[in-house]
Nanobody
Framework: QVQLVESGGGLVQGGGSLRLSCAAS????????MGWFRQAPGKEREFVAA????????DYADSVQGRFTISRDNARNTVYLQMNSLKPEDTAVYYC????????????????WGQGTQVTVSS
């Protein structure tokens, strides 16, 4: 079992940047494909980005392509989401998730989740 804890959320102005971190414990991060999801009030949780075991492959939602960057440091058991050019519509709780396989973009494809960190982008 892997435990995930997100951090780095906060309030930022539109056009600004934040870097989210996801710290893993209980098992080596290298064992997992890692993903970031987000959920805004009144909306379903949606896929943001994913990264393969060693970081050679990444996948981004169209809405964040070119603005967000997912990365991982397996030695530190940490996954990051660098968010640039933030927009008010990026406001959501952001969740880190783990999967044993390179899967799709569905929430159900991931089997371990963090508690989430709030990101609020003002206009």
């Amino acid at each position: 079992q892997v435990q995930l804890v997100e951090s780095g959320g906060g309030l930022v102005q539109g056009g600004g940047s934040l870097r989210l971190s996801c710290a893993a414990s209980g098992r080596a991060l290298s064992s997992y494909v890692m993903g970031w999801f987000r959920q805004a009030p009144g909306k379903e949780r949606e896929f943001v980005a994913a990264i393969s075991w060693g970081g050679s492959s990444t996948d981004y939602a169209d809405s964040v392509q070119g603005r967000f960057t997912i990365s991982r440091d397996n030695a530190r058991n940490t996954v990051y989401l660098q968010m640039n050019s933030l927009k008010p519509e990026d406001t959501a709780v952001y969740y880190c998730a783990a999967s044993n396989r390179w899967v799709g973009r569905a929430v159900a494809d991931y089997n371990r989740w963090g508690q989430g960190t709030q990101v609020t982008v003002s206009s």
